[in-house]
């Protein structure tokens, strides 16, 4: 199966959640793993990133670490996701090494530009639809996803409000990767084991 899909951690991680992500990368359609615990206190991620490593690496998916690439190179994670204030890329481009560096870049081409012209190994987009996640984030459209497609030959993520009805449009478009957080963990209908496998 096609892995398209770019998994984001829930906001909080109970001790049930190492069973469920173990489930749910089961179906083999994830191909990034992305821990983004915004208010925890560093060595709670720690440890919880030490546990889900051995999850992802079982599955054979990418661990990338949100926001922090010293806290990515603490755990030997696969690589660091930054956003636009999580530091120059340049620098963690550096430290990263050979790791996977990936870089939220919204709707803009320059911001597109500059993290390929420094080595990222993937550009997100984003957001594309109403987002749980991000209520108050900048909106990107579907031009932007033909222009970096024609542009770089890096793979293209996209981000926001995605769902089972609405990812197809953006993979036509050119995104090789959709990222889902709330379909998957917060869905009223759906466990997160079969809310994933509404993406093949």
């Known amino acids: 199966m096609k892995k398209l899909v770019y998994l984001i951690s829930p906001n909080k991680i109970d001790s049930k959640f190492y069973t469920t992500l173990d489930r749910v990368l089961a179906f083999k359609n994830v191909k990034f793993f992305q821990l983004r615990l915004k208010n925890t206190k560093v060595n709670s991620i720690l440890k919880i990133a030490n546990k889900i490593k051995k999850i992802t690496k079982k599955h054979k998916v990418n661990f990338i670490i949100n926001d922090n690439y010293i806290l990515a190179l603490k755990v030997n994670a696969d690589g660091c996701h930054l956003g636009q204030l999580d530091g120059p890329i340049m620098i963690a481009r550096k430290k990263l ?43 990107a459209n579907l031009k932007i996803l033909k222009w970096a497609k024609k542009e770089f030959t890096k793979p293209i993520v996209v981000i926001g409000g995605i769902n089972n009805f609405n990812y197809r449009k953006l993979i036509k478009a050119g995104a090789k990767y959709i990222a889902i957080s709330s379909y998957i963990w917060d869905n009223p209908k759906l466990k997160p084991e079969y809310a994933i496998r509404k993406f093949k």
């Open 97 to 139: 090494k050979n790791k996977i560096l990936g870089v939220t870049c919204h709707g803009s081409k320059s911001l597109a530009k500059n993290a390929i012209n420094n080595k990222a190994d993937y550009i997100a987009f984003g957001s594309f639809f109403k987002s749980r996640l991000k209520p108050n984030t900048k909106k």
